[in-house]
T-cell receptor, first 115, second 112 residues
């Protein structure tokens, strides 16, 4: 079982360009999340989806968009990248239940550098 | 005040020693607590949940102090492989997604 995968592993992107980070899980988890991790700031939630067809904003959503057309995929798009979006991006999934916690499983991350 | 605070370290500890670190949280309504481990340049992984009565998993012991609003992680007989960043995670009701808030992590270095 692959679990949760992300692509690409790393990317260098020119400022102003667009890019989509891909995330796929095969665990049939209903909830998926995108985080960015920066030195000294820890993990910060960008967007999340509690179930296919719905999305929500996290702590730092500006400059990012997501979609959840099906259970398995949760792409993150940067419409016009800026250098402050240089970061490590982690996708995660969980079997989300109302009022309960279920372990979040993380993908291996995408290292993005915006120049 | 940050919702979840940790001492970033690094904690430099000789192999075989016992090390403990705490995490404080500000929301008294927080319901669930966890420790995640993150190795360098890798993704975070769940280490253990923290239960009200305290719980142990091998060399690792986690405790919760609701009155003082902190959780702790104790590692006994530390191994070189314990070197990692330990993230404190708190579930805060009404938060986004499933309400999980991550601390910035405590960096632990076990020295031979």
């Amino acid at each position: 079982t692959a679990g949760i995968t992300q692509a690409p592993t790393s990317q260098i992107l020119a400022a102003g360009r667009s890019m989509t980070l891909r995330c796929t899980q095969d665990m049939r988890h209903n909830a998926m999340y995108w985080y960015r991790q920066d030195l000294g700031l820890g993990l910060r939630l960008i967007h999340y989806s509690n179930t296919a067809g719905t999305t929500g904003k996290g702590e730092v959503p500006d400059g990012y968009s997501v979609s959840r057309a099906n259970t398995d995929d949760f792409p993150l798009t940067l419409a016009s990248a800026v250098p402050s979006q240089t970061s490590v991006y982690f996708c995660a999934s969980s079997d989300h239940g109302t009022g309960t916690y279920n372990e979040q499983f993380f993908g291996p991350g995408t290292r993005l550098t915006v120049l | 005040r940050k919702e979840v605070e940790q001492d970033p370290g690094p904690f430099n500890v000789p192999e075989g020693a016992t090390v403990a670190f705490n995490c404080t949280y500000s929301n008294s309504a927080s319901q669930s607590f966890f420790w995640y481990r993150q190795d360098c340049r890798k993704e975070p992984k769940l280490l253990m949940s923290v239960y009200s009565s305290g719980n142990e998993d091998g060399r690792f012991t986690a405790q919760l102090n609701r009155a003082s609003q902190y959780i702790s992680l104790l590692i006994r007989d530390s191994k070189l492989s314990d070197s990692a960043t330990y993230l404190c995670v708190v579930m805060i009701p009404g938060g986004g997604a499933d309400g999980l808030t991550f601390g910035k992590g405590t960096h632990l270095i076990i020295q031979p």
